[in-house]
């Protein structure tokens, strides 16, 4: 063992032939210096760049950014200026004077942003939840675009410098102050000309020594570097602005801050264009609902950060409209939504109280309903609305985004560290408490922001009725989830939310009111119009409350309905029984299209009582159980015409019927005789054939195939 101190140099006396010695530090023997090291800083950014998704993401991170420092706007813009390079900190910045990507936001760098922004390993939004990019590492998927990035905002320019070689040795950036430095910063006049002409930014900027916003510089990155191989350029630029564009419509759904993001293109001889914008606007009919809406959650957001109980979770409902404008395509789209924010109540989940203490997650979630007119007779949610879950903003398209709702739902998640998907408790991450959490989330608050989403949706459709509102109230049940279609993850929201839902009066009746589902009368009818019609008019005048739902929302009336409530539906059966008790005072026409679907089900020992048995004579009488003679009622036939009994019309069934009607009505006399043997039967209600007097028989005339009393059989 060697003391520190000693060299090897005096260990081989001068002349000896050569000694082979192996060096070994002590601490790999039990004692001393030991630790882990951190790797070199362009290393720690290379394996955030293998985890992090190249492109649109970096935009998304971008306007997360503006968005956690309140900013309203967001512009990005491709520069293909090339600027000096005279008056440089150093000649090797001059490989980054020319072809950028701009980001401008107009929120102003706090203490804590310039501070966050060096920290790269940890991020300080982490402290705080209601900021949305907290993960530390979105800034940093630059590094794909630049080996430069820079900051100018408030009173100061700062550059970064992951590589260390352009500031001098260990230095990984430079910033300089437009108050304290603007000599060096008039002497450095090529250096900083990239910062001014720029989104606002001008020789007034320098002289007031501010820039009210922030601006991101990014030179494109022209040849390989340690960091990254990724060559960027106009095409490639490009594809990030298109990637955006395709999320364009939903990006700023869950926002509170930013409500337009724009793409532009100043080219190399100084033209400037907009390629591209998204705005989100307030509800036209009351400006104040959203800044209002917003302003109870946020109060409710600081009393759960205060710990503040609450039995309740606490929603709040605002349209939005959002407009796409593709100045490429000479485009211009619009929408509306509906959107409920909610945010838990401390106290009423234990488990996710704790979680949130400890993740510094907050239990907020985010309904948007798309509201759009498909054509003037039919308005509703969007046809063939596929929802997405979000973080915010919009998390990556593709099968783990995909919830199988019809709403998007944005949520507090806890995500991979790449923020492309949502984590869920697996077999090898069964305690991952993010995981937990989003499981918590989604039984907890999300069933309640959905209900009270639809049922907004109701009282918007009732109260503006009169007015353009781009939703009808049979609209509504687009909003209702199909419970086939909901992935499983997602499955969790349908028990809680339907048990609420079903409770309240959200079934529209064809008679234009609101009920409840025990109410109601279900109609799935699909048969003659005629019918269809006659039958349901009957049943609304007799007192019901017909309701026609699509079969998604029919699907799911059994299943969560609460055991004392009864899903009624229109049959022959229920028919039947309405007549029984209110009888029918309409037209023959009428009856004769309830007999129809009375006999429909051939349920023929149920007839007895109804009053809708068609005679010659253009009257009706009751279908009986009376087996006597002078009941009885007759079908003629080829053998059998009724000119062969004058006189007893009434005694004959109308023979201009439906031949299905009449083929039905043989069928109920043919059972009845089938059933005059077995007393436990009750007798049937339409005897059929000639009438005679004398002995009483039954023979079968087998070309009719129905039986005929007769006495000479």
């Known amino acids: 063992m060697l003391e520190d101190s000693v060299q090897i140099g005096s260990l081989v006396p001068a002349g000896s032939p050569e000694v082979s010695v192996t060096l070994e530090g002590r601490g790999l023997k039990g004692g001393g210096r030991f630790g882990q090291t951190t790797p070199p800083l362009v290393e720690f950014l290379k394996d955030i760049l293998r985890r992090y998704p190249e492109g649109g993401q970096i935009l998304k991170e971008l306007i997360q950014n503006a968005e956690d420092a309140g900013a309203t706007e967001v512009k990005f813009m491709y520069d293909e200026t090339e600027y000096g390079v005279e008056s440089l900190w150093s000649p090797d910045m001059a490989q980054h004077q020319g072809t950028a990507l701009y980001v401008y936001n107009d929120a102003v760098f706090t203490v804590e942003d310039w501070n966050g922004i060096q920290e790269i390993a940890r991020s300080r939004k982490r402290e705080d939840p209601l900021k949305v990019g907290r993960f530390g590492i979105g800034f940093n998927s630059v590094y794909h675009i630049t080996d430069v990035p820079s900051i100018f905002s408030g009173d100061q320019i700062a550059m970064l410098d992951p590589h260390q070689t352009l500031f001098g040795v260990n230095e990984s950036g430079q910033c300089w102050n437009l108050k304290t430095e603007m000599k060096e910063i008039t002497e450095l006049a090529d250096q900083f000309a990239p910062y001014f002409g720029m989104f606002g930014s001008s020789e007034k900027t320098m002289k007031d020594g501010s820039f009210p916003g922030t601006l991101f510089r990014f030179p494109l990155r022209m040849t390989p570097s340690q960091l990254s191989g990724n060559i960027y350029n106009k095409e490639k630029v490009l594809e990030l602005f298109e990637s955006f564009k395709a999320d364009a419509d939903t990006v700023l759904l869950f926002l509170k801050s930013v409500q337009k993001i724009s793409l532009h293109v100043r080219e190399s001889d100084g033209t400037e264009r907009m390629l591209f914008q998204v705005t989100a606007t307030e509800n036209i009919d009351d400006k104040l609902e959203r800044p209002n809406a917003l302003k109870t ?417």
């Open 297 to 713: 959650l946020g109060q409710a957001i600081d009393s759960y950060s205060n710990g503040v109980p609450s039995s309740t979770i606490t929603c709040v409902t605002y349209q939005v409209n959002i407009e796409t404008q593709d100045e490429t395509a000479k485009e211009t789209q619009r929408m509306m939504w509906l959107v409920c924010n909610g945010v838990g109540g401390r106290g009423m989940c234990a488990e996710l109280d704790s979680l949130a203490d400890d993740l510094k997650f907050m239990p907020t979630i985010g309904i948007a309903l798309p509201l759009t007119v498909i054509n003037k007779e039919d308005k509703g949610a969007t046809s063939g609305f596929s929802g997405r879950a979000f973080c915010f903003l919009p998390l990556p398209p593709g099968e783990e985004s995909e919830t199988g709702l019809p709403v998007h739902v944005s949520g507090f998640f806890g995500l991979t560290d790449n923020r492309r998907s949502i984590k869920w408790r697996e077999v090898d991450q069964w305690r991952d408490p993010a995981a937990l959490w989003n499981e918590l989330l989604i039984i907890t608050v999300i069933p309640r922001a959905y209900f009270t989403l639809i049922i907004e949706a109701i009282k918007r459709v009732q109260t503006k009725k009169d007015q353009d509102f781009p939703l009808s109230p049979t609209g509504t049940y687009r909003a209702w989830p199909d419970s086939k279609q909901v992935k499983s993850r997602w499955k969790p929201i349908l028990q809680p939310l339907f048990n609420e839902l079903l409770q309240e009066q959200v079934i529209y009746s064809l008679s234009e009111s609101w009920i409840k589902v025990d109410q109601a009368v279900f109609s799935e009818l699909d048969i003659d119009e005629d019918i269809s019609e006659t039958v349901i008019n009957y049943l609304q005048s007799s007192g019901m409350q017909v309701a026609k739902v699509p079969a998604a929302v029919d699907f799911v009336l059994a299943p969560y309905v609460t055991e004392s409530t009864e899903v009624k539906k229109v049959t022959p059966s229920l028919l039947r029984q309405v007549i029984r008790k209110n009888k029918h005072k309409g037209p023959s026409q009428e009856k004769l299209l309830l007999l129809e679907f009375a006999l429909s089900d051939a349920n023929y020992s149920d007839l007895i009582g109804l009053e809708l048995l068609p005679l010659q004579d253009d009257t009706f009488t009751a279908f009986s159980s009376s087996v006597s003679e002078k009941d009885a009622i007759y079908i003629a036939s080829e053998e059998y015409p009724r000119s062969l009994y004058p006189g007893i019309e009434h005694r004959f069934i109308l023979e201009s019927i439906k031949p299905s009607v009449m083929d039905s009505l043989k069928k109920a006399a043919k059972s009845r005789d089938q059933r005059t043997t077995d007393s436990s039967q009750p007798a049937q209600t339409l005897r059929t054939g000639p009438h005679h007097t004398g002995q009483e028989g039954f023979c079968l005339i087998s070309t009719l195939k129905i039986t005929f009393s007769c006495s000479n059989c």
